[in-house]
């Protein structure tokens, strides 16, 4: 904690209220090339508080990636890179790759103008992986070339894949967290537990999900999700920005090469976040150095490429 205040916990609300708010878009969203863009447009204008429930899944995305970023941050100043602390460490670091995952396979559910190209040069680096690139590639996308196959395989990443990833990871992460919880309702209930400490859990669970829920709204009724017009196949597709979590990868795609920029330092950064506790030995501030400057030099590409 920072301060007393926890960020798995809260990204653990959001993560529920993405799961919720995603039930209810499934009924409306059309996962076909020919209808994806308009049933987002459905959903945002004509579904009656359509628009409040998208505002708050797509929020609630935003927000998880920035939770799980600060878990990690607050974990690397508390030093929490010892052996013993090592696990919980690797655990955070691929919670953030999977709910960066999810919210882009999210974002590419729009088929608009903007999410066509980022899809197109996302997979397209996959090609450059050694060996096994071109067949990765086809199974992604579903064939040589991006179409609905592409769509509904990312549909379901979105939906069931990544999202049972996501809550496997963070049952892992909070197990010893929520076993102790458990015992303790348990006996709770059985009359062997005072009511000070249970009432105090509950109510700190219902502080972080009411202070989800009040960002969240506060989000959605300012600023709606954008929606952009329908891809047309043929056309050719303007250079648009990437979702910000990936600003920093697509500036480094400006300055280097394909393979260099898409795959290699983004797979060395990640990387270097997962073996950080090793760094430890040599070093007690190793780590965290290590840790911030991977931060820095995130946020300082991204900025460059908004502002270029």
């Known amino acids: 904690m920072i301060g007393g205040f926890c960020f798995s916990r809260l990204a653990f609300a959001l993560f529920l ?23 987002v447009k459905d959903i945002t204008y004509v579904v009656r508080f359509g628009w409040l429930v998208r505002s708050l899944h797509y929020w609630a995305a935003q927000l998880m990636v920035i939770s799980s970023a600060l878990h990690l941050l607050r ?13 919980s460490w ?7 790759i999977a709910v960066m995952a999810v919210d882009f396979t999210g974002y590419l559910l729009r088929w608009d103008e903007s999410t066509y190209w980022a899809l197109s040069v996302g997979v397209n680096l996959i090609k450059h992986l050694p060996l096994v690139g071109g067949e990765l590639y086809r199974m992604a996308v579903g064939g040589d070339d ?14 069931f894949g990544i999202p049972l990833l996501i809550f496997a990871l963070l049952n892992s992460k909070c197990w010893p967290c929520t076993r102790r919880r458990l015992s ?15 009432y105090g859990m509950i109510g700190q669970e219902l502080i972080y999900m009411t202070l ?17 017009g329908r891809h047309e196949y043929g056309t050719p597709t303007e250079e648009a920005n990437a979702p910000w979590m990936f600003l920093w990868i697509q500036e480094m795609l400006f300055h280097t090469s394909s393979l260099v920029g898409g795959v290699i330092l983004p797979a060395l950064t990640f990387g ?20 911030a400057l991977i931060g820095a030099l995130a946020i300082g590409l991204s900025a460059v490429r908004l502002l270029g």
């Open 17 to 39: 209220m993405q799961v919720i708010t995603g039930i209810l878009l499934a009924f409306y969203y059309v996962p076909h090339v020919e209808d994806a863009n308009e049933s």
């Open 90 to 96: 690797g655990l955070g670091v691929l919670i953030l």
């Open 272 to 291: 270097l976040l997962l073996l950080a506790p090793k760094l430890y030995r040599f070093n007690r501030f190793l780590p965290l150095a290590v840790t």
């Open 75 to 87: 974990m690397a100043i508390i030093g929490r890179f010892r052996l013993s602390c090592s696990y």
């Open 212 to 228: 989800a829920l009040v960002i969240l709204l506060a989000l959605s009724f300012l600023l709606i999700p954008p929606i952009g």
């Open 146 to 159: 991006i179409g609905q196959p592409a769509l509904t395989r990312f549909f379901v990443w979105h939906c």
């Open 184 to 198: 303790l309702y348990l006996r709770w209930i059985s009359g062997r537990e005072n009511d000070e400490e249970v």
